[in-house]
């Protein structure tokens, strides 16, 4: 009998240990007690309770209060019964489209005023003396000199004549070149020519300004 009062003495104190808890009604357990069986022997009955209980579908939500759709279905459906589109009436919708549609013709830019175009021009870049040739001869040579400084891309070039000093005839040349610049000038070769000195008479050469761009 007192072997056996002895262990109920001991099963009572053991008792009373387990019971023992936190004011947050956590367990205190003892330094020598396996934690992990004490857990999971806890743990069991609410295992067991999610287990047998039913699941249940909870539906997610944002922040708004919208719920997600499920994964694997379609953000919108599409009837069948809707028509499918023709492509001749599309077709015909289309071309009235562009009938009613006003074209308007593309504005073309002002064209830059013959003074200002001058001015971007450089000084003059080659020369040519016509001073002593006859005028059939100084036709051709400056026919052919003017061609060459347009197809090497030269802008401004000053073509010699003469004043006349030393012929009875007066000063022939510059009526010559001056005939002949203007009718290149129609044939849009050269842009425009001016005298050295501003007036015919009294200058020696011509400047001349070769048409490069439109």
């Known amino acids: 009998m007192g ?12 008792k009373k240990r387990l019971q023992k808890s936190t004011k947050n009604g956590l367990p205190i357990l003892d330094a020598d007690r396996d934690y992990l069986t004490v857990f999971q022997k806890s743990q069991q009955p609410q295992l067991q309770n999610e287990l047998t209980a039913s699941p249940e579908k909870k539906e997610s939500k944002n922040k708004h209060g919208v719920p997600f759709l499920a994964t694997g279905l ?4 599409i009837s069948d019964d809707l028509p499918e589109p023709d492509d001749e009436d599309f077709e015909t919708l289309l071309v009235q489209y562009d009938q009613k549609r006003e074209i308007k013709p593309l504005k073309k830019a002002d064209p830059v005023p013959l003074k200002k175009r001058l001015k971007r021009y450089p000084p003059v870049e080659v020369e040519l003396d016509l001073h002593g040739l006859s005028s ?6 400056l026919k052919s000199f003017l061609l060459t400084c347009k197809n090497q891309g030269i802008f401004t070039a000053r073509v010699i004549v003469g004043k006349g000093l030393h012929s ?3 000063p022939v040349l510059p009526g010559i070149v001056e005939d002949l ?15 050295d000195k501003k007036k015919k008479l009294k200058s020696g050469a011509v400047i001349v300004y070769l048409k490069q761009f439109d």
């Open 3 to 14: 072997y056996n009062a002895h262990t109920m003495t001991k099963e009572i104190k053991k």
């Open 74 to 77: 379609s953000h919108c459906s």
């Open 136 to 141: 059939i001869v100084a036709r051709i040579k």
């Open 168 to 170: 009875n005839e007066g």
């Open 181 to 195: 610049l203007g009718q290149l000038k129609a044939q849009e070769l050269v842009l425009s020519y001016e005298w």
